[in-house]
């Protein structure tokens, strides 16, 4: 199916994918910077917040950041290899497959 002029759908659907995802590692990047430059407690919350709970909700959310970098760049790959290779079509036919052995026909196909 040709979405954009020589361009297929699957082609489409990852350009998106990653666009997306590299404009959330910027935004999270960005963030990241925020938790490592931002050392004392803002005004704001001085009143209802103490140093230690501050400090440590700030690691906390450093390691996350991190995590989540790193955790994202698996799903993202995962994906694209997924999509690249043809495991949607694959899965969609091992299913048909099974409900077959079963005994359940194409009319049971969800389309």
Wanted: without cysteine; hydrophobic residues 45%.
């Amino acid at each position: 199916m040709e979405v954009v002029a020589g361009l297929d759908l699957v082609t489409v659907v990852l350009l998106f994918f990653w666009v997306v995802y590299l404009w959330e590692n910027y935004l999270s990047f960005r963030q990241r910077e925020v938790y490592k430059t931002t050392k004392d407690i803002p005004w704001e919350l001085r009143s209802v917040l103490e140093h230690e709970t501050f400090e440590k909700a700030r690691l906390y959310q450093l390691d996350k950041n991190g995590f989540s970098f790193w955790a994202g760049l698996y799903s993202q790959l995962e994906m694209t290899v997924i999509l690249l290779l043809g495991g949607i079509p694959f899965l969609w036919r091992v299913s048909g497959d099974i409900t077959g052995y079963f005994g359940y026909g194409p009319k049971y196909e969800v389309l």
